[in-house]
């Protein structure tokens, strides 16, 4: 039976006892920050078991996809070791949310497996919570499972709780017998951690609410929850004790072997990388994208763990996300967004492949050469931390590495390495730190700004030059908090406004407006005229030419954000961003550069918005509705029960505290200027908006205009005639190139004499005026040729930066290293370098060397020869 018809065929079985297919989550679970990735089939029905959510339904059942690769659940390291270990697993269950209980789960559990399979029961055991009778009355007397097959059992692995707090209650498992050919005694035995006995199912039983003093009371509505692993299953079912050679794996392991160009189909690291395009591709797909933190940085390290593998398999080429082929046509079927998104897996992962693949093979020879020198059976904890901090290699790796040796990490030596790292960071840094003295403010500050742009209100704090004032004189910066303010503080990624505070005896200059807390607001800048005390009367009044400038930006980012994710895909989503008067900035998920096309895409579709015009709607309600209606919630952002909800038609629904237009058409015009990449898997635009936006196409007419004149076009032939000016630049160079070759010939043949002999070895090292770094290459190549057998340097000096190349003939190698040669030398001129033992290359910033380090290249090669 297929790991496909086993599925359907316990979709199916539930189906007809009045359970509701409901189709897999997404690995990223919705709006639960306590798990990092969906672990359990119960995960998506948490609220509906805590009472929070109502279903249309009371029983259910699913094959959930669940990823157990970091945080509580972490099986990464085990993968290729054990025969059951998965980073990715789909998990069968049945649940029942308070309709059927005990009796009708361990029914079903016990007719699906001995009947629907037809599983021989003397190879069934099972085992309760040793408190549990009415589970153990059920098995016993109603199922008739012998005793000789049933164990009680204590502690935590039969009893499940959701916390330390909350719904709880026993379970039972039902474990397979593999026989007395494998090593392994019964559940509950001394040798129970054998292979012979594997739990295929865990049927939770949901009857009691925790406490915080651990007191236990009965739920009015008593609900069963149920896990059976599909990988698990299959290999009971096609006879096999090892669940890499069930279908599910056996197409992957078999691709992976033929990149691999072996035929040993029980390599642990084919099964590794079979594992690991598992995790990765579904985790892709589900908008998770490598990066140095959180879902992202887990799946990063299963990456890199499934390339080192590779690279141990003997693979040096890219080649991991060729498997994302063989992984659709084996789970396509199943999870039809997988193969939709197959593009976006590829790329992804063809990008962080080829990331990683420029450090690896350095980073393994460091590695390796450290274990081969290591003389205890611990690699030093610097010498990890080296390995993460240059070569991206995630500590974990670097222990996976050491076990296939043998050998462990010194876990606490990386921390104090790691810990250095952050001290230096921060010691480097310069954040905006805070504004001065904490200035306790008792009463909040009133913000009035998204109804007006001038506010009557009163002076409540001053600070002058970091100290509390009661009054503050012209000159110097200084802080007034307000009473009531129109002034938006900086927050969101956009900045503070900018204007003035009045009073009857003053005026002050506000030049940026910060928060304090939640709830005092802080104006910066400086008195320009008389004098402003505390408790004075005064009005506040926004400088609305640049807030509504910055609320043009604000909005663009809204229509920029959803076009990105309409002509990108849905795995688009914030990462940062900044809005002022002057300009946009946007910062987001993606894994390569936006291509022109798409740029001019996403462009005419924002515009094509501000053409329509909507209205700008901005609501107040409460979170999880404005959540549960669709709305988008901001990176980096903290919202609390109520939210303001920013609607621009039916194109842009998010969470937003920021200032805005009224209308789309209030933007004018949308203009891109930048884009570019700012970390892995994070690229940035840059746009302007409006009058700016105006100001940047006229510039660059102008530019346009500027440059056709100079190469003598109208416009309309400004892309033939520039092609044809860079034809005749190309072949003006090549030119150049052919007279600097015959140039370098001709020295050649004069340089061969001044060569000295040193025991029938040809040594040369001389400086060659006016050269670069490849005409020194060419002339090496020249000489090599013409001494035959020789030992070579040569040096040229150019606007006080020295280059080297240094060269060996083939049958000097053994003895003379071109790579040792050129370092030695390149020290003496301030600089290093190296390469291979025939050819190397080096450059340096001390001229003045240069005649010392070319007159000890003929020593050095006698002392080789002693």
């Not at 589900?286 to 890199?304: A, H, Q, T, W």
């Not at 002076?459 to 009531?484: K, M, T």
């Not at 910055?550 to 688009?572: C, E, F, Q, Y």
């Not at 994070?682 to 006229?698: L, P, Q, S, Y």
Request: with cysteine; charged share 25%.
């Amino acid at each position: 039976m297929t790991s496909a018809e086993l599925r359907s065929l316990f979709l199916r079985f539930f189906e007809e006892r009045g359970h509701t297919i409901v189709a897999s989550s997404s690995l990223v679970p919705g709006d639960d920050p306590t798990l990092l990735f969906t672990n359990a089939g119960m995960v998506q029905f948490k609220d509906v078991f805590l009472g929070r959510e109502d279903r249309p339904y009371v029983r259910a059942t699913s094959s959930q996809r669940c990823v157990r690769a970091g945080g509580k659940h972490n099986d990464l390291e085990n993968v290729g070791y054990t025969a059951r270990h998965h980073t990715f697993f789909e998990m069968l269950g049945n649940f029942s949310f308070g309709d059927y209980f005990k009796r009708e789960a361990i029914g079903f559990a016990w007719e699906f497996l001995t009947q629907t399979l037809a599983l021989p029961a003397e190879r069934l055991w099972v085992t309760v919570y040793i408190d549990d009778g009415e589970a153990e009355s059920i098995w016993l007397n109603d199922v008739g499972v012998s005793p000789a097959r049933f164990t009680r059992i204590a502690g935590k692995d039969n009893f499940w709780a959701m916390g330390d707090t909350g719904p709880c209650g026993p379970c039972t498992e039902i474990f397979y017998d593999h026989g007395p050919t494998v090593p392994g005694g019964p559940p509950g035995s001394e040798d129970a951690e054998g292979d012979r006995y594997v739990e295929i199912w865990n049927l939770v039983f949901m009857q009691y609410e925790r406490a915080q003093d651990g007191t236990l009371t009965p739920l009015p509505k008593p609900s069963v929850d149920t896990g059976m692993g599909l990988e698990r299953l299959a290999a009971v079912m096609q006879g096999v004790h090892n669940n890499y050679d069930t279908d599910l794996f056996r197409g992957l392991v078999a691709a992976a072997a033929r990149l691999a160009g072996t035929s040993d189909l029980t390599h642990s690291s084919l099964r590794v990388v079979a594992d690991h395009i598992r995790s990765s591709a579904f985790l892709i797909a589900d908008g998770v994208l490598p990066s140095n933190e959180g879902r992202g940085y887990v799946l990063r390290r299963i990456i890199r763990r499934a390339i080192r593998h590779g690279y141990k398999l003997g693979i040096r080429e890219t080649f991991f996300y060729r498997l994302v082929g063989p992984l659709c046509d084996e789970m396509g079927a199943a999870y039809p967004e997988l193969p939709r998104a197959r593009d976006t897996v590829e790329k992804a992962l063809e990008r962080e492949e080829r990331r990683f693949a420029e450090t690896l093979e350095q980073g393994m020879r460091i590695l390796e050469a450290c274990i081969a020198e290591l003389p205890g059976q611990v690699i030093p904890g610097e010498t990890a931390f080296q390995l993460y901090d240059t070569y991206g290699f995630p500590v974990d790796l670097i222990a996976d590495v050491a076990r296939e040796h043998g050998l462990s990490v010194d876990m606490a030596g990386f921390e104090q390495a790691m810990a250095g790292q952050r001290q230096r960071a921060r010691a480097a840094s310069h954040f905006k730190v805070g504004h001065g003295p904490d200035l306790r403010i008792a009463q909040a500050c009133q913000f009035t700004g998204y109804e007006e742009l001038v506010t009557e209100s009163r002076v409540v704090a001053l600070l002058h030059e970091g100290e509390v004032v009661d009054s503050l004189p012209a000159g110097g910066r200084s802080v007034i908090v307000l009473e009531r303010t129109p002034f938006y503080p900086e927050s969101g990624g956009q900045c503070g406004d900018r204007g003035w505070i009045e009073t009857a005896k003053g005026r002050f200059e506000v030049d940026d407006t910060q928060r304090q807390g939640a709830d005092v607001i802080l104006h910066h800048g400086r008195v320009t005229e008389g004098v402003i005390g505390v408790d004075q009367p005064c009005r506040a009044l926004v400088d609305a030419t640049a807030r509504a400038m910055t609320a043009a930006n604000h909005s663009a980012t809204h229509l920029l954000h959803s076009a990105l994710r309409r002509i990108l895909g849905d795995h688009v989503t914030q990462k940062g961003s900044l809005v002022n008067p002057e300009r946009l900035r946007f910062d987001f998920a993606h894994f390569e550069p936006v291509h022109a096309d798409q740029l001019v895409a996403i462009e005419h579709l924002v515009n094509g918005q501000i053409r329509h015009n909507w209205a700008v709607d901005a609501t107040v309600m409460p979170r999880d509705e404005a959540l549960s209606a669709g709305a988008m919630a901001l990176f980096g952002e903290k919202y609390g029960d109520e939210v303001r909800v920013l609607r621009m038609g039916d194109f842009s629904t998010e969470l937003c505290g920021g200032t805005h237009v009224s209308r789309v058409g209030d933007i004018g015009f949308f203009k891109i200027v930048a884009e570019t990449g700012v970390a892995s898997g994070i690229r940035r635009i840059e746009a302007v908006t409006g009058e700016k936006a105006g100001a940047w196409v006229t510039a660059s007419e102008q530019l346009l205009q500027t440059v056709a004149m100079r190469i003598k076009a109208n416009r309309e032939q400004l892309d033939e005639r520039l092609q044809q000016v860079l034809e005749r630049s190309r072949a003006l160079e090549k030119e150049l190139e052919r007279i600097k070759a015959k140039a370098a010939s001709s020295a050649g043949s004069d340089l061969a004499g001044e060569a000295v002999d040193v025991e029938g070895i040809r040594v040369l090292a001389v400086e060659i005026p006016d050269a670069d770094a490849k005409t020194l290459r060419d002339l090496v190549d020249q000489l090599k040729q013409k001494l035959g057998s020789a030992v070579i340097v040569l040096a040229a000096v150019k606007d006080g930066k020295v280059s080297l190349v240094a060269g060996v003939t083939q049958d000097h190698t053994a003895r003379f290293k071109a790579g040792e040669l050129i370092a030695q030398v390149a020290a003496q001129v301030g600089g290093k370098g190296g390469g291979r033992a025939d050819l190397a290359q080096a450059g340096g910033t001390d001229a003045s060397g240069l005649p010392n380090a070319l007159a000890g290249v003929v020593p050095w090669v006698r002392s080789r020869l002693q």
